[in-house]
Every structure is written in C-alpha cells, then in structure tokens.
C-alpha cells in the first residue's frame, strides 16, 4: 500500500463518523494537524486528472466534515466546480448531507436538485439519483429554508416534484401546514404527499385544497382525506347525466364510497362497468368491493368477450363468490379458453360454493387435471381443499399424460411431505419434476438437494435447483454443480449464483465479481444477497463499493439486505447511509430495521401461491423466473400443458420473468434468464 492511499485508507476509517457528530456551524472550530494536512491533499487530488483520486478525495473531505471541507465540497458542485463527473457529483451530495442545515450547503443542494434536466437524465441516469440524494438530504434536515425550497419544488412539474415528495414522505415535516402555504399553485404532487405521509395533521390541508383548489385538485384532495379514514368530503351521488358527462368525476366518488363502505358504492360502480371509458378502473373498484350486487354488471362485461379483461373480471367474481359469481366462472372453467383464469379465480374464492364448483370440475374428465392444480393451490392458500382431491391426484399420478403426472407430483408433495421425499426421487421425470417444485415447501428439500448434487443437465436438474432456498440443502450440493447450473444461464441460473456467492471464496470471487457488475440487475441483486452470508470479510468492502452507484432499486435493496446481514460493526455506516437517503423506500426501511438490530432472511415461505399460463405457439418448454418478496429469484417450470403453479411464497408483491428453456441436452445460449 502506498504511502498516500495509507494516508485515506486512515483518513475514511478514523473519521468516518466526524460528519455526523460535527458541531454547529456557529461553533468555534480549530483544525488539528490531520485536518490541515488531509484538506491540502484533498485539493491536490481533486486538481489532479484521475478520477479514483477524485473520489478518494470527496469522501476524505465528507470524512472530515470541518468548515473548509465543506467549503470545498460546495465549491466542487458550482457549474464549473471540479465535481464534474456524475459520480463525483453524488458523491459530494452525500458528504455534504449532515451539514444540510447550513445556508450555503442548503442552497448548494437545492441548486443540484433543481438544474438536473431532462436530458441530462437520459444521458446518464445517475443525475436521477444524485436529485433524489439531493432532495433526501434537505428534507432530512428539517431546515425551515429546505423545506421551503421543497415545498416550491412541489409546485414545479415532473420529476423535481416527484423527488421533492418522495423526499418529504421519507422524513415529514413538523409543520405540514408550511407545505400548503408556500408561494405558487397548490399542486397534485402536494396532495399525494399529504395522502402519503398517512397522518391526520394532515386533514386541515387537505380540507384547505378542497374548499379553494382547481377541479381536479378538490377530487384528488377528496379523495386523499377519504384514503385518509376522513369521509366528510363525500358529497352527494353524481347524476347519471353528470356521471357520463364527468368520468372522472364519478370515478373519484366511487373511490369515495367504495372506501367509506356507502351502500350507493355498488350502484355507481356498476353504471362505470356499463362505460367503456371507466370500466378499467372500475374493475378494480369492484375487486376492492366484494359486493354480490356488482355480478350483474361483471356478467355484462364478460359477455362482451373483450379477452383482454378476463382476468379482473374473474379476480372480481372470485371475490363475490356468490352462487351466481361462482356459477359463471364454473361455466368458463369448462370452457378451454378461459380455464386457466377461471381456476385461478376458484382456487383464491372464499366459501363453500366455490369449493363445490372445484369439486363438480374434479369429477369431470375433460376438466380434472385444471380443477386438481386449483384444488391444491386452495388448500395452500384457504386451508379449504376441494373433497376427494386427493384421490383425484393419486389416479392423475396413474395418468398415461405427462401433464396430468405433472399436477399429480406437485399436488401429491405439497399436501404429504412423507410422499414429496419419495416422489422427488421417482424414476418418472413428469412426477419428480412436480414434486421438486413443491419439495422446499413440504420438508423434502434435503431429498431434492441430493438428487441435484448428481442429476444431469436438463429440465429435472433445473426444478431441483429450487431446492436452494434452503440453507441446509444448499451446504449438500458441490459447488460444481453450482457453478455448471450458472453456465447454462438457464431459469436456474439466479438461484445457483446466490448459492455461490454465499460460500464465496478465493477461488469463485472472480466469477462473482464479474456478475457483480453483470448488465442484469437481476444477477448483480442475487450476488449481493449471497454475499451477506459470505465467511469472507472483505465480502462487506465489496457490497458497500456495489451500492455507492448502484441504480437500480431492487439492486440496492438486495445489496442493503446482504450488508444487513453482515456481522461486522462498521456495516453500519452504508446502513446509515441508506437509511437516510436512498430514494427507495422499502430499502430505507429495511436499512432502518438492520440498525435497530433485525437481520434479515432471504427466504422466508409462506401461504403465498402463484398461477400463470405461459403460452408459445412453437411449443417450447416454458418457463419462470419467479422474484419473491425479499429478493430471491426462483426457478418455476411450467406443466407440460403450459401451466405453471408454485405454492408456498413468502406474503407480498413478486415480479415474474418468463424464461426460455432448451430442448432436452441443449444449451439454452447467453441471456436466457
């Protein structure tokens, strides 16, 4: 190590924390030495032309956190300051974010967060986050002069707004009354904070905004104090004259009423199903309603045979299940177009009715492999399985159809795992395969994880790898098997990589380097959740190096959940950092919860379920890559029928990529995931 890299490697961690705990601009200040001598270097680094030394030099300044520090981060982020680069520029945001209540430092940030353009955004999509690292640290500040200047930046159009609420959601106001009475026209983006911050100081702005606001305010405003559990703002039903005249008039009332539980809800709702032009909008207000009364109108919309709104018609049904809802989505269970929907909607309908639905379906040939797979995802998710499923499963089992053998392995698994154990080993690909899909769900994961240890290339050896989510079937597995499902970067690809990277070591640390940095954030987000668990300690050094200018979200959530699950002390400080200003909110809160003391799991199974039908006119095999809440990407093969079922998710939002899959003992080829 060089003499002067010595100098800021002593420099970052002896002084890491002096930002934060710096004294009151109006404080007496005496430099010592070390702050003499790291300013001077600072300066030559920065008015030299390499930019590692650039960087160095920003965050030792952000380090010290002394007056002529700051002096020079300012300076550094004036139009011809020497942060020039993207990189540089956010850099110096961030050190300059615990001085934020200083006046030169608050109006240094509003000029960044203000002057990015449009095109400077597209030319390098850093400037977003060095806006919203921007606003982050005025509002963090809770300085009357930044928040001003965000209340200003509510007013203006675009993506200053945007960061300006995002950032005042992120850390409130004391005063949310200044928000409202800052100069310049009250604005939508005010009213969704005012919504957002989910607080009652906020009804007396929000009534403020609905006495003396624009139209279009007032219903946005309405419909906030609404949101709000306020229903004084509910005024009196719209004419259906002034309905059809005023959609979007009648569409807010019936936000209203729907969220008031009024019983004029369903009436408006349905005359909006009647409406071309509302009638998306108010397919999910009836979702949200559960009113028997709206069927009528939900059967109108299907008659129509508009195939694009099948799904929240069923979804809407399903949630009715009354005799006539339940009864229309039997009929489109029996239909072959409209089957995979219609089973969705049954397996997730409440009651009895929808239950006898799925039953009568199970009875019927042509029907009783869709109604079994909807069957067992309904005992997953209701606890309430149709009678004589198992039975059903047992002879599908017998079924000289793949497909059928398929359903019979998940289902089978699923609901005994003495059986998942013994039918993930069976000599039968279509039943093993179903059965790997269900075995981490079922206690049979360890049985899974033995067979991909030595199972070949090929679609078996791809559903096995699910059994990774598991932390005692991921330590039986060599990591040769790891690194081979990695290169056939199939739908296995994620899941293998995360594996890897758990047990990171001298010599896979190249590799998971180079996926570290890969284009896909997908790869990079499974790399930095395996290296939370990494035995190796500069495996910290290389998450909190990947989230310094990370852009996308769900990366950086992956990153901050890896470094929140890192033993070492001085975690802490990228935690701090995130918590503070990262634009993302869930990884704020996450980053929050790791400093309170909370160390994250990576999967955690639930009662979740997930359906889809993945159609190719080539009749490929198919495929997912399935993304569950907390970020670990599994691997899901579709039934030799096209469709695709997986039980067991944690609770929460998922994001799904459809994944090619080759012929049996091909290559799949470079960007299969």
Request: one cysteine or more.
């Amino acid at each position: 190590m060089s003499i002067r890299r010595a100098w800021w490697w002593l420099l970052a961690t002896s002084l890491a924390g002096s930002a934060q705990a710096a004294p009151p601009p109006t404080a007496p200040v005496t430099e010592s030495l070390l702050d003499r001598t790291g300013i001077s270097l600072a300066e030559r680094e920065l008015r030299g032309t390499d930019p590692a030394a650039h960087e160095r030099a920003i965050l030792g300044l952000g380090a010290l956190g002394t007056p002529r520090a700051i002096e020079l981060l300012v300076k550094g982020l004036e139009p011809n300051g020497l942060a020039q680069s993207a990189r540089e520029r956010l850099l110096s945001v961030r050190a300059l974010a615990p001085a934020a209540r200083e006046a030169r430092v608050r109006d240094c940030l509003l000029r960044v967060m203000t002057s990015i353009s449009a095109g400077a955004e597209r030319a390098d999509p850093l400037q977003a986050l060095i806006r919203d690292t921007a606003a982050l640290a005025l509002s963090a500040s809770g300085e009357d002069g930044a928040l001003a200047g965000l209340a200003r930046a509510l007013r203006q159009p675009g993506r200053v707004a945007q960061a300006a609420r995002n950032a005042l959601v992120a850390h409130p106001p004391a005063d949310l009354a200044r928000l409202v009475r800052a100069h310049g026209t009250p604005s939508l983006e005010l009213v969704r904070l005012l919504e957002e911050l989910d607080d009652e100081r906020a009804y007396e702005p929000l009534r403020a905004l609905l006495e003396r606001g624009g139209a279009e305010l007032r219903a946005e405003a309405g419909k906030a104090l609404t949101r709000l559990g306020n229903f004084d703002s509910i005024g009196p039903l719209p004419s259906p004259a002034r309905a059809a005249a005023d959609p979007a008039l009648s569409l807010s009332a019936a936000e209203l009423l729907v969220r008031a539980n009024d019983p004029d809800a369903a009436s408006l709702v349905a005359r909006l199903l009647g409406a071309p032009e509302t009638r998306e909008r108010a397919l999910a207000l009836a979702h949200k309603l559960a009113d028997p009364a709206l069927d009528p109108a939900l059967l109108s919309v299907l008659s129509e045979g508009d195939s694009s709104l099948l799904a929240p018609v069923f979804a809407a049904l399903s949630q009715s299940a009354s005799a006539e809802a339940c009864e229309a989505l039997e009929r489109a269970a029996s239909s072959k177009a409209t089957a995979p929907l219609a089973l969705q909607a049954l397996s997730r309908a409440p009651g009895e009715r929808a239950r006898a639905a799925l039953e009568r379906l199970l009875s019927k040939p042509e029907s009783r492999r869709g109604a079994a797979r909807a069957g067992v995802l309904r005992g997953a998710w209701l606890d309430d399985p149709p009678h004589g499923l198992d039975a059903e499963l047992e002879a599908l089992a017998r079924s000289k159809l793949g497909a059928d053998r398929a359903v019979a392995g998940f289902g089978l698994a699923l609901r005994d795992p003495g059986r998942a154990r013994e039918l993930v080993t069976s000599s039968d690909p279509e039943l093993a395969e179903g059965a790997a899909r269900a075995a981490p769900f079922a206690g049979a994961a360890l049985a899974a994880a033995d067979r991909l240890a030595r199972e070949p290339s090929g679609r078996l050896r791809t559903q096995l790898a699910l059994s990774l989510v598991d932390a005692r079937a991921r330590a039986r597995v060599p990591t040769s098997v790891l690194i081979a499902l990695i290169e056939e970067q199939g739908p296995a690809t994620p899941i293998a990589l995360f594996a890897l990277a758990e047990r990171d070591s001298e010599e896979t640390r190249a590799r998971l380097l180079e996926q570290l940095s890969s284009p896909d954030p997908l790869l990079r987000a499974q790399v930095a959740l395996g290296l939370g668990d990494s035995d190796d300690a500069t495996a910290l050094g290389l998450l909190e190096s990947a989230y310094r200018f990370e852009l996308e979200p769900e990366v950086r959530h992956a990153l901050v959940h890896g470094l929140a699950r890192r033993r070492q002390p001085v975690r802490r400080r990228a935690l701090a950092l995130a918590a503070r200003l990262d634009p993302d909110r869930a990884t704020r809160s996450l980053a929050a919860l790791a400093l309170a003391g909370v160390r994250p799991a990576a999967f955690v199974p639930g009662t979740g379920i997930f359906t889809a039908t993945l159609e190719r006119s080539d009749g490929a095999p198919r495929g997912a890559v399935v993304t569950a809440p907390g970020g670990l990407a599994l691997p899901v093969l579709a039934d030799p029928d096209g469709e695709l079922a997986l039980a067991g998710l944690p609770n929460g939002p998922i994001d799904v990529r459809v994944a090619l899959l080759p012929a049996e003992g091909k290559s799949p080829g470079r960007g299969t995931p």
